[in-house]
């Protein structure tokens, strides 16, 4: 019986490694999920509405996220939200968006945004 040289050795155990299949090539990543459609409610991270982070709103979740903005709207917490509480959630919203876009806070609601010069 002959003795393999270490060249020969080398190159039987290389093949030997290069043909057995890796478990990472048998299972492809799944693809990401597509986007939401255009207008869609998204609940992502940072909207509160998927508390368990599964992925999923159930119908617990979603009344749990209206419940909330229903405290925050109803300022002087009678259970009932008023036309001047309605306005008062509708001014502050478009701050918010206007500060968002760039607009000095404050500013008219027809106000358009500040370019990043301040012009």
């Not at 255009?38 to 409610?41: K, L």
């Not at 998927?50 to 982070?53: A, F, L, Q, Y």
């Given at each position: 019986?002959?003795?393999?040289?270490?060249l020969?050795?080398?190159a039987a155990l290389g093949a030997a490694l290069f043909c057995i299949p890796s478990a990472q090539a048998q299972t492809p990543p799944a693809p990401?999920?597509?986007p939401p459609p255009?207008?869609?409610?998204q609940a992502g991270p940072g909207h509160g509405a998927?508390?368990?982070?599964d992925g999923v709103?159930?119908?617990e979740e979603f009344l749990a996220v209206a419940a909330r903005r229903f405290e925050r709207m109803d300022s002087n917490?009678?259970?009932r939200i008023d036309q001047a509480e309605q306005q008062a959630m509708r001014g502050q919203m478009r701050g918010q968006m206007r500060h968002r876009r760039g607009a000095p806070m404050g500013a008219p609601a027809g106000m358009p945004p500040q370019?990043?010069?301040g012009e």
């Open positions: 019986m002959s003795m393999l040289s270490p020969r050795l080398s990401p999920p597509p255009a207008g869609a409610w998927d508390s368990n982070g709103i159930t119908r917490n009678d259970g370019d990043p010069d």
